[in-house]
């Protein structure tokens, strides 16, 4: 495996032209949070916002959309009534497809209601789409719903979301994490894996990269949802769903880093990653 680099960032960050404006540099839905989880649809929503996509059309509950929308202002907020459900399948679905790219599942809950969307919207969304944190969880009722896909689609386990998808434990080691992410790769050709931890793997047809950026600091709730705003931000942008990994996955990592350097690996916060990306993208803007 290759270790990723700033130059993979700085190869294929989407550029910014001079006449560029909202609807040149891309749209993102995310399909977000729940009552008691609206943090993971601010974290997601404020790091793809930061992340320069430029517009994000936020669907979540009525409950957290007060909250939601003074963290976020710059989202355009569509709420739903009720629970999160099959029942909203076709609104969701609407405008994902609509949209340059989707992600679906940070804090939106693994219930009897979100298991069949979460396996429509898999089969159905003809944009990039991102699944994380319950959305994978639900998505392991239906694995076989990622073979219908023909648009790219981005995957985010942590190991125990990766075992619960598959069965099989990634242990430790690089080579063995590596092999399960191969094996997983050969079962759903159409997908890039994000398996996370320690050392993240980007893996995909393309090839399989390594993550050696990041540190301990990071290790709190939270972090993925970042993750995942950053990685469908550049889907939406325009970079391929690989692409799109690879460098959200280092983008994240340096900026983890950077606010370690700043407020201590005990002390820093998910939000601060965010709030340090400005940093990452100053250094890597041609």
């Not at 739903?80 to 994902?96: F, K």
């Not at 990071?218 to 942008?237: F, N």
């Amino acid at each position: 495996m290759r270790t990723i680099t700033r130059d993979d960032i700085r190869e294929h960050l989407p550029p910014r032209p001079d006449n560029a404006h909202k609807g040149t540099m891309g749209s993102l839905c995310a399909v977000t949070g729940s009552y008691g989880y609206a943090g993971a649809a601010m974290l997601c929503a404020r790091a793809a916002l930061r992340s320069g996509v430029g517009l994000l059309y936020q669907m979540l509950p009525q409950s957290i959309y007060p909250a939601f929308t003074a963290y976020a202002p710059e989202a355009v907020c569509l709420p739903l009534d009720g629970v999160l459900s099959a029942a909203h399948a076709d609104m969701i679905l609407r405008r994902m497809n609509a949209c340059n790219a989707a992600v679906i599942g940070c804090g939106i809950g693994n219930t009897d209601s979100t298991r069949p969307l979460i396996a429509q919207v898999v089969r159905e969304c003809t944009s990039p789409l991102l699944l994380d944190a319950d959305g994978l969880n639900a998505l392991c009722a239906d694995m076989d719903a990622l073979c219908a896909r023909t648009a790219g689609a981005v995957l985010t386990p942590h190991p125990k979301e990766f075992e619960r998808m598959t069965g099989i434990s990634v242990g430790t080691t690089d080579s063995k994490r590596a092999d399960a992410a191969e094996r997983f790769i050969d079962a759903y050709p159409n997908t890039v894996l994000v398996l996370k931890g320690d050392r993240t793997i980007v893996a995909s047809c393309d090839g399989m990269l390594l993550n050696t950026a990041g540190n301990p600091g990071m290790a709190k709730g939270g972090s993925g949802d970042v993750l995942s705003g950053i990685i469908a931000s550049l889907m939406a942008q325009g970079a391929d769903a690989f692409d799109a990994a690879v460098m959200g996955v280092h983008i994240h990592a340096l900026a983890g880093d950077i606010a370690a350097q700043h407020l201590s690996r005990t002390a820093m916060l998910p939000s601060d990653i965010i709030e340090h990306l400005p940093q990452v993208f100053l250094d890597s803007e041609e």
